[in-house]
């Protein structure tokens, strides 16, 4: 009796002809972009010290690495689950001296120990820009025109950028609309889920209009404005627009002011890359902080591709193949 074929753990899975040959196309295209522009590759190790990875992460903890013992160093070691932490460390370790701001790229594997719905593979594909040194609005706008140059490049179409501001809330507690850490917090988790009735329950009216003010770009940039009278968020709705205005009009711009979700170490701006034919999001991006081991901060901007879902639905370049005989001379063929 043959023993059963072997199966892949959940999340993973062997990808064929053509969808290989496609992801390798794409990947190369994309980086080329990115090149072209001026940033420069670096390609950081599938595994670090499990405390590095977690130190330089925000959002991450133990158990969301794939952990191991190193048999040399005896240390404990993770599989990265990105690759943005790793380039910040470059940055702040081998890169210390180098002229900012500096432009770098990447291309990789990454390991997520946990799947959703819409994205459901655990090995992904990342493909990433960064700009070390500034988050001001001339990044943030190179770098949303950057992502967009690189899914154009890939073959996408019907592209929609979503923007946020991620320290809004915070933003409007700390001065129009005064909060206290505990109602805060309870503000943020209500807005997390657009629960106008959860709002009204903690006294939070002044911030009932943020879930509105949601949609079309023009439209919630209008009900935000609105809502900012005493120009607390001027400077942040005056950069939105800023942003917005080189962006080619056959690209859909969408405006979430409250979007926290995988926004958890972006800072004042953050935006999210959707395209036709595609549930999930496709990358995301925005201006971060880095945390250097002497203390000091430093700020930089970039987004991150997951490119992997272009390579299963894109349509295939034709392909020609010609069949030889034995013996045919290799010099003719």
Known sequence: MSEAPELLPVGFRDRLAPAAERGAGIEASVLAVLASHGYERVDPPLAETESALVARSAAAVRTDHLRFTDPISQRTLALRTDMTTQIGRIA???LSDAPRPMRLCYAGQVLRLRSSQLRPER?????GAEIIGSDEIAAAREIVGLAIEALQAAGVT???????LPDLVDR????RYPLDADTLTAVKAELDSKDAGGLAALGAHDYLPLIAAAGPYHEALAKLEAQDAGGALASRLEALRAIAKPIADDIRLTLDPT?????????W?????YADGHV???GRGGTYTLAHANGSEEPATG????????ADVLPAAAVQRLFLPMGHDMAIA
């Open 172 to 175: 409007l507690a700390e001065t």
């Open 158 to 164: 019907g592209i929609t950028v979503d923007f946020t």
């Open 92 to 94: 702040a370790t081998r």
């Open 123 to 127: 090995q992904l594909t990342q493909i």
């Open 269 to 273: 701006f953050g935006f999210t890359l």
């Open 259 to 267: 979007e926290r979700h995988g926004f958890e170490y972006q800072s």
């Open 303 to 310: 987004f991150s591709l997951y490119p992997d879902a272009l």
């Open 280 to 282: 999930a999001s496709l």
